[in-house]
């Protein structure tokens, strides 16, 4: 599987061929289509390093560098069975590639880290700071159920914290952010949108990353989260300061029927927007 590393080290050619037919089989996932068909060669291209220009040979080139992106993803072990169907349509331009997705998981991940990746590569972008920023977060996460576990207990004549509800969450993570981020800002409030605003749990001001918590309790289970988020990441967008959104949701009782689902569902990039979900502690 591919690592950050090695994805950085691709030169920009071989990159956008890359989140070219990824974008196309993520589409392709999202409307459950198996196998998945991409096409050799898009009607509307988006990267202009794949195709400066219009031309028999750049299209053929085109075709080339897509077809060299879905084996490369095959040997990364994200796709299999993938053929070339050249019989599909009546000029090789109208081709086809079909394929299937190894695991939805792991290429919904695949498909983050390489917006990521497209973002830090902007020129001029401050992004360089975004993926660090994100992974960092994403660590406190991954920390936070241990740290709440460890407050709970104390020496004798010593007082305990306990999470209790939503604030207690908040509370543990603003001091866990504050280990790991120099500008941490709590209760941020977003523009309006529906006609209301929202009010977000921490925004880290340098890397433009805005931290939202959730804890699940009666009531609220994985349909009404996963509603919730949907509506406040309308929000977000609006905010100046928020190019990437992540989305803490505590377990503590194991009361969602399916995180994973969740995690992979609302962990996107949607008009410019990064948006990462985390629920943790997993059964």
Same mark, same amino acid.
């Given at each position: 599987?591919?690592?950050?590393?090695?994805?950085?080290?691709?030169?920009? =050619?071989?990159?956008?061929a890359?989140?070219?037919?990824?974008?196309?089989?993520?589409?392709?996932?999202?409307?459950?289509?198996?196998?998945?068909?991409?096409?050799?060669?898009?009607?509307?291209?988006?990267? =202009?390093?794949?195709m400066?220009?219009?031309?028999?040979?750049?299209?053929?080139?085109?075709?080339?560098?897509?077809?060299?992106?879905?084996?490369?993803?095959?040997?990364? /072990?994200?796709?299999?069975?993938?053929?070339?169907?050249?019989?599909?349509?009546?000029?090789?331009?109208?081709?086809?590639?079909?394929?299937?997705?190894?695991?939805?998981?792991?290429?919904?991940?695949?498909?983050?880290?390489?917006?990521?990746?497209?973002?830090?590569?902007?020129? /001029?972008?401050?992004?360089?700071?975004?993926?660090?920023?994100?992974?960092?977060?994403?660590?406190l996460?991954?920390?936070?159920?241990?740290?709440?576990?460890?407050?709970?207990?104390?020496r004798? /004549?010593?007082?305990?914290?306990?999470?209790?509800?939503?604030y207690d969450?908040?509370?543990?993570?603003h001091? +866990?952010?504050?280990?790991?981020?120099?500008?941490?800002?709590?209760?941020?409030?977003?523009?309006?949108?529906a006609?209301?605003?929202?009010?977000?749990?921490?925004? +880290?001001?340098?890397?433009?990353?805005?931290?939202?918590?959730k804890?699940?309790?009666?009531?609220?289970?994985? /349909?009404?989260?996963?509603?919730e988020?949907?509506?406040?990441?309308e929000?977000?967008?609006?905010?100046?300061?928020?190019?990437?959104?992540?989305?803490?949701?505590?377990?503590?009782?194991?009361?969602?029927?399916?995180?994973?689902?969740?995690?992979?569902? +609302?962990?996107?990039?949607?008009?410019?927007?990064?948006?990462?979900?985390?629920?943790?502690?997993?059964?």
């Amino acid at each position: 599987m591919l690592n950050i590393v090695k994805l950085r080290s691709l030169e920009e =050619e071989r990159f956008y061929a890359l989140i070219d037919v990824a974008l196309d089989i993520r589409g392709e996932l999202d409307f459950h289509s198996e196998p998945a068909l991409i096409p050799t060669m898009r009607s509307m291209v988006r990267y =202009e390093a794949l195709m400066p220009g219009d031309g028999v040979n750049m299209r053929d080139n085109y075709m080339e560098l897509r077809w060299k992106a879905v084996k490369f993803l095959e040997a990364e /072990g994200y796709v299999g069975q993938v053929q070339y169907l050249d019989n599909y349509g009546t000029h090789r331009w109208y081709n086809k590639i079909s394929l299937q997705v190894v695991n939805n998981e792991k290429f919904y991940q695949l498909v983050m880290m390489l917006t990521e990746e497209e973002e830090r590569r902007l020129p /001029g972008s401050h992004a360089e700071d975004l993926p660090s920023a994100m992974s960092r977060v994403e660590q406190l996460g991954d920390r936070f159920h241990r740290a709440a576990l460890q407050m709970k207990t104390a020496r004798a /004549g010593s007082s305990t914290f306990e999470i209790r509800n939503e604030y207690d969450v908040q509370t543990l993570m603003h001091a +866990l952010l504050e280990t790991r981020f120099d500008d941490v800002r709590p209760e941020e409030w977003t523009g309006s949108y529906a006609g209301k605003s929202v009010k977000t749990d921490f925004l +880290l001001k340098q890397e433009q990353v805005m931290v939202e918590t959730k804890m699940v309790r009666e009531g609220l289970n994985d /349909g009404k989260v996963g509603d919730e988020l949907i509506i406040d990441i309308e929000r977000y967008k609006q905010h100046p300061d928020c190019k990437a959104l992540f989305c803490f949701i505590y377990d503590p009782n194991h009361m969602l029927k399916n995180p994973t689902g969740l995690e992979t569902d +609302l962990s996107r990039k949607t008009d410019g927007l990064i948006v990462r979900t985390q629920v943790r502690p997993k059964a």
